[in-house]
């Protein structure tokens, strides 16, 4: 991270707007950046939260945005798993693969 680089600013409050703000400074630890943003820590975009009402930062818009559709695809694979009993048709060899995809040990 440099000055001049730009980050997006992804407030928790409803009441605030998600924004680009540019980067002003670059310590050791922290990066400051320009408006009201609180500084980040700029090795793992961890905000400062001391002073602030939380929020996060994307090093994009669009990191963001697939962020989101990320999370809205594993919310949607969760409901449609929210079942009592196995779907007709779906094998061992399915639920074996779909564990395997997706990074899940076996409970048995």
Do not use: N
Request: proline fraction near 3%.
């Amino acid at each position: 991270m440099k000055i001049g680089d730009t980050l997006y600013y992804v407030p928790v409050s409803q009441w605030q707007q998600a924004r680009e703000l540019v980067v002003t400074k670059v310590g050791r630890v922290w990066a400051e950046v320009s408006g009201t943003g609180p500084r980040v820590q700029w090795r793992t975009l961890e905000m400062d939260e001391y002073g602030s009402r939380g929020g996060r930062y994307y090093l994009s818009r669009e990191a963001y945005e697939a962020e989101q559709a990320r999370s809205a695809a594993w919310a949607a694979l969760r409901k449609g798993m929210d079942r009592w009993s196995v779907p007709d048709g779906v094998t061992i060899a399915d639920i074996e693969q779909a564990m395997a995809l997706l990074k899940l040990t076996s409970q048995r």
